[in-house]
């Protein structure tokens, strides 16, 4: 990982959202090998640097970040910033199931 500053702000090639990643775990965790492999997301690290995202081995550490030369303007660094939100935190689907349970249970 040359050099990137976290957090790492993403999007996605087919929206503008941009989301917020505090960590490299945080990405590996979110975020699939084929989607990076096809190249659909732009990423910046914290000082507005373009990133690079590839993938890589060991599987652990499948995620590959190397960051460019190519530097976005303040101006346009703080507007990413702006339109940016914190990765939801990933709650396990039986969590999720219990939880929609007992809401059905109260209705």
């Known amino acids: 990982m040359s050099g990137v500053v976290f957090p790492v702000y993403l999007r996605g090639n087919d929206n503008d959202d941009v989301t917020e990643f505090p960590t490299l775990a945080a990405m590996q965790h979110h975020l699939e090998a084929i989607d990076v492999e096809n190249e659909e997301y732009e990423a910046w690290d914290a000082q507005g640097r373009r990133l690079q995202l590839a993938v890589g081995e ?3 550490e499948w995620l590959k970040i190397v960051a ?4 976005l303007s303040d101006r346009r660094f703080a507007e990413l910033r702006s339109k940016s939100q914190p990765l939801k935190p990933y709650v396990p689907i039986g969590h999720r199931f219990m939880r ?3 809401s059905v249970g109260k209705g």
């Open 58 to 60: 060991p599987k652990s």
């Open 68 to 71: 460019t030369q190519d530097q």
């Open 100 to 102: 929609w349970l007992g």
